[in-house]
């Protein structure tokens, strides 16, 4: 891939301009928008490989934005929040976020973030782009009614595909890897993320998600259960 394409969705032009100065720096195109109409109207028009979205904005806010992409678009997305946004920040997760930044932020922060989902998305796509070669072996994980197929890098639950985005994809990839093991989310965060935990109460949330996608009653799940005050295991079955 010659150069990532970075949507930027903000409503200060002041934030928008400066997030683009340093995107550019590193060697990023940089699409911006005013608002969640533009945004999408560009991610209509444009291949985008990332997108930094503020949560609150007029016209179209970023939770609805990224809720009507995501039934299409699996890229990551990064929301940006304000402190006494919490509600909004969870929120924005449960409708499709990879993470968020929370305002005021620094621009190593957000830098680090974009590159950090940067490599594991192109990594993601490289997979796809090779999975269900018969030359390779292929790696599927079978428990109960789960199947995750590595290589093709596809998840089907009673043998009906689902579609998950990229970061639930690596956590039911490593739960399912090492059945019966408890992970807390600090261990979760840092594999997946391939960095020291800073973020980790955002496992929760993606938890939440890939329970709402495998399970039959989210409520009394089968496969994904939390072992309390330690963390989260996927349920050996019989």
């Known amino acids: 891939m010659e150069k990532y394409h970075v949507l930027v969705v ?3 032009k002041e934030i928008r301009d400066g997030i683009e100065i340093y995107l550019k720096s ?24 990332l997108a930094i979205v503020d949560v609150m904005m007029p016209r179209k806010d970023g939770i609805q934005m990224v809720m009507e992409m995501r039934k299409d678009y699996d890229f990551p ?12 920040k969870i929120l924005g997760l ?31 796509l490289e997979k796809l782009k090779d999975g269900g070669s018969k030359e390779e072996e292929q790696h599927i994980y079978r428990i109960g009614g789960l199947e995750l197929n590595e290589e093709k890098v596809e998840l089907r639950v009673d043998g009906v595909p689902v579609k998950v985005t990229p970061m639930e994809y690596r956590i039911l990839l490593l739960l399912m890897k090492h059945p019966g093991r408890v992970f807390s989310s600090d261990e979760i965060y840092e594999r997946v993320w391939n960095e020291k935990a800073v973020n980790s109460d955002t496992i929760m949330v993606h938890v939440r998600n890939i329970r709402d996608k495998i399970e039959i009653n989210p409520k009394e799940p089968k496969y994904l259960k939390v072992v309390w005050g330690v963390g989260y295991k996927i349920e050996k079955q019989p």
Do not use: C, W
Not at 77 to 88: F, G, N, P, R
Not at 108 to 116: C, F, G, I
């Open 26 to 49: 590193q060697g990023y195109e940089v699409f911006k928008a005013a608002d969640g109409i533009e945004g999408l109207e560009i991610i209509y028009r444009e291949e985008i490989h």
């Open 77 to 88: 997305v990064i929301m940006l929040s304000a402190k006494s946004e919490e509600v909004d």
């Open 10 to 12: 903000e409503d200060d």
């Open 94 to 124: 449960n409708m499709g976020a990879d993470d968020y930044v929370t305002k005021p932020f620094t621009t190593m922060e957000l830098l680090a973030r974009v590159n950090s989902h940067l490599r594991r998305y192109s990594r993601y």
